[in-house]
């Protein structure tokens, strides 16, 4: 039976809840357990078959009175939104940001203003070109849009995982997203820039090599969102109380370091999981595992700007770490999935123009363009004006104004006063001390469209990008450049790409030309400014640079058959746990193998269903009855073979050799193979583990 209950705020936005059902009164009745609730129309009313339309006998046409029909197929039928039309694939999380210390010196923003204290937030991780049901690990940049419910309103930072962006001016933005987009006459390619259209737009805009050369390094291709740095791009400015300024860029730094696929994996992993970002952060949250980010912030004054190399307000350059340190000022920690997808991470809607008291812009023109863009976007997405009132977008603190009306409209302002000025004395007030200023700053010039001569230098930061890498990262960057321009169709678009190449790097130039077969170099692209040699390495561009201490968060894949030893398995699974690394068996079945002491294990993956790719290292722990059958099948083989052409560290029991064998590969090939027998070996696998691959494999093993 039903119970009458209280209803709580709470309560209210969770109707669906199946605890909870609607009496005739509105009040809501909490179900007393064992009771299964009534399914009623979206009217509330009772429903007594949903499994039979309304008919004239039993096989007769349909009856147009059948309002609950009509009801549930009109809903259907409104189920999708548009999608985003950039960002549409995303995957989003909630937690909190926690401040370290009072930045009350820099800031007024409240959330700045108080050591320790916990504001609640909400991340959409996405891709940007492909659409809402494209794969995870397409070559692309990745966003990271965080929202923090502030007690002064919603601050959104809507950054990506790239510092920097392709174009200057806003006005481009459509420009750069057609072409990427798969092309107009024949819909292809999806998530993609592996095509003329892309490199076409690329070859003939100098101004995005630099960001290019992030694009087509392994940043573009992140091995999870959690191991991914997050950037603020644009130069932002943060107001005291005095209203003093101070320039201030924002990095998000994870807190287990920064690790990427390789190209020829992530090909591999969009057929094995498609959904591999997505499934990695809701496994790392289910299991407890909260992902954390450190924000930093890069702070500096006009005279650091005005001496610094390049313009701050030029968003296709970044300021180098080690010229301005970043200081790290509070944590991100992401603790809770959404219990609805579409009602919070399709539906929440970032805005680069939401700052609190505190934060205000700087005139980036990108930045100047997006603050337009993102509002007019949520019309079109959510349809309304009161996109606000859905709870994900709803602030978190008190709130009043005189917005009234409009489509679905869920609070109007209460009372006969919807203005101000009145005489009544009622409602909200606008307040000078406390409320938005912008920085005061002189502007006086003539209204005219033109591209500061301080933004000309394309090339530099693009080559001083290139120069930070270390080799394995260089030569990625030059793999991936041919793999996308022998996409290209048009000759004509290779080689005055290769001419920018040039001027970034000249050897870098050479190899992709040779690779692409071009019998002659072109000569390099005219440069409006000399490209510069004199901007020295930034080992914090480099990924490899960056990498973890540990394996914790990462994942081991054991290769297991019948009659495998137990208790190298138990080792493995006992060291992994205690690194915080996550163990899954694979076998012939998913049901699971016996060992050679007869215990039963089951498995997560049966072998095709959990190729290599989808791990950061391996084990084989096999019989040799169970090797001899896994030498007949290919998928094992390629198993063995993948991990390690991805220069993973495997470790195997000695009767797994003959599967490394078929694989071709020799059981002392180098020191990434690891027998297994006894603990101190394991100990020494997991110990190898920690460096994640072993690029000096790369070399001798052509992907
Ligand atoms: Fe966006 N961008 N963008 N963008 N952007 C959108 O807003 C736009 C840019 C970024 O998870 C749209 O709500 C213009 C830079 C992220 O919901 C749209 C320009 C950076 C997301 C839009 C840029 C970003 C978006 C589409 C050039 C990194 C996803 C849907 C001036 C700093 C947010 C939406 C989410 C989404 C416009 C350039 C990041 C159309 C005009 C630079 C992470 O408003």
Redesign the pocket.
Known sequence: MARKTKESPAAATRIHDQTLIRGNGGELHQLAEGDTPVLTTAQGGPVSDDQNTLKVGARGPSLIEDFHFREKIFHFDHERIPE????AR?YGAHGYFETYESLAAYTRADLFQRAGEKTPAFV?F?TVAGSKGSFDLARDVR???VKIYTREGNWDL???NIPV?F?QD?IK?PDVIHSVKPEPDRAFPQAQSAHDNFWDFISLTPESMHMIMWVMSDRAIPRSYRFMEG????TFRFLNAEDESTFVKFIWKPKLGLQSVLWNEAVKINGADPDFHRRDLWQAIQSGNFPEWELNVQLFDQAFADSFDFDVLD?TKLIPEEILKPIPVGRLVLDRMPDNFFAETEQ???MTQNVPPGIDFSNDP?LQ??NF??L???LK?LGSPNFTHIPINAPKCPFAHFQQDGHMAMRNPVGRTNYQPNSRGEGPREDPVRGFRSFREEVAAPKMRLRPESFADHYSQARQFYNSQTGPEQKHIAMALTFELSKVEEPVIRERMVAHLLNVDEALGAAVADKLGMEKLPKPADAAVPPRDDLPASPALSIIENGPASFAGRKLGVLVSNGCDGDVLTALQAAFAKEKAIVELIAPKVGGVETKDGTKIPAHHMIDGGPSVLFDAVALVLSEEGADRLLREATARDFVADAFAHCKFIGFTPAAAPLLAKAGIAPDADEGLTVLEGSASVSAFVEQCRKLRLWAREASVKL
Request: proline share 3%; charged share 15%.
């Open positions: 985003r039309v950039v960002h995303g959409r996405s966003g990271f849009a809507v950054g990506n962006f174009i806003a933005f950037f603020g791009v644009h968003p929440v809607a970032f990108l363009g997006r863009s993102y007019d976007t949520q997405r």
